[in-house]
């Protein structure tokens, strides 16, 4: 199957700091890739949906401007949590999908944990 | 939009027994319905997946099927095995273009 990475696999910021996640598909080009947050022990919530060179579609009730999304080529995605916060503490996980396809790949996550 | 409810929420069997999970959904152009495996600690793992126009698809010891008249689907596991221990989430989409909804998450437990 395809690969999706991630970097980093943890993080542990202060309080207001900023975060940036990567999210890489490693043997696809993926045109849509996806940014979800998943609590313990809940199914993935989608953040929001960014595909390749256009602004990134966020779901309802996510701030656009606390999470800002950066998918500037085929291969990489960006996720940067903003003034982190204690709240923003979750497990942030990523996916990837090719054009014109169903399959979608998911990433190993990154836990972020702001003190 | 669409909604999809999955059940149970936990599921407990032996080894070498086989696991059931369903799932329900509401909009009716969905055509994309994917199983994910998600271990402790880390991503979904796509482990199965069945579209609209066909009714069943095996793969080894898994299985999906899909009832399009009643909106529901399920996966199969046979003869389980502790690795398959796990979540297990279903989804629901409707087209290539579309996003994923996902449902609530299945722990399945597989004992000794």
């Known amino acids: 199957g395809a690969v999706v990475s991630q970097h980093p696999s943890r993080v542990i910021c202060k309080s207001g700091t900023s975060v940036k996640i990567e999210c890489r598909s ?30 990134a579609t966020y779901e309802q009730g996510v701030e656009k401007d ?34 014109s396809s169903y399959e979608q790949y998911f990433g190993p996550g990154t836990r972020l944990t702001v003190t | 939009g669409e909604n999809v409810e999955q059940h149970p929420s936990t599921l407990s069997v032996q080894e070498g027994d086989s696991a059931v999970i369903k799932c329900t959904y509401s909009d009716s152009a969905s055509n994309y319905f ?17 579209r609209s126009n066909v009714g069943e698809k095996k793969d080894q010891r898994i299985a999906v099927t899909l009832n399009k008249t009643a909106k529901h689907f399920s996966l199969h596991i046979t003869e389980t ?9 279903c989804a629901a989409s409707t087209g290539t273009a579309s996003k994923l909804t996902f449902g609530t998450g299945t722990r399945l437990q597989v004992t000794l």
């Open chain 2, 81 to 89: 095995q502790p690795e398959d221990s796990a979540v297990y989430f």
């Open chain 1, 26 to 55: 490693l043997d696809f080009q993926a045109t849509t890739m996806f940014w979800y947050r998943q609590f313990p022990k809940q199914s993935l919530m989608l953040m929001a949906t960014s595909n390749e060179g256009s602004k």
């Open chain 1, 66 to 99: 606390k999470f800002l999304i950066n998918h500037a080529s085929l291969t990489l995605s960006t996720l940067t949590v903003t003034s982190a916060h204690p709240e923003d503490s979750s497990f942030y996980i990523c996916s990837a999908r090719q054009a």
């Open chain 2, 34 to 50: 994917p199983w994910y495996k998600q271990e402790l600690g880390k991503g979904p793992q796509l482990i199965i997946d069945i």
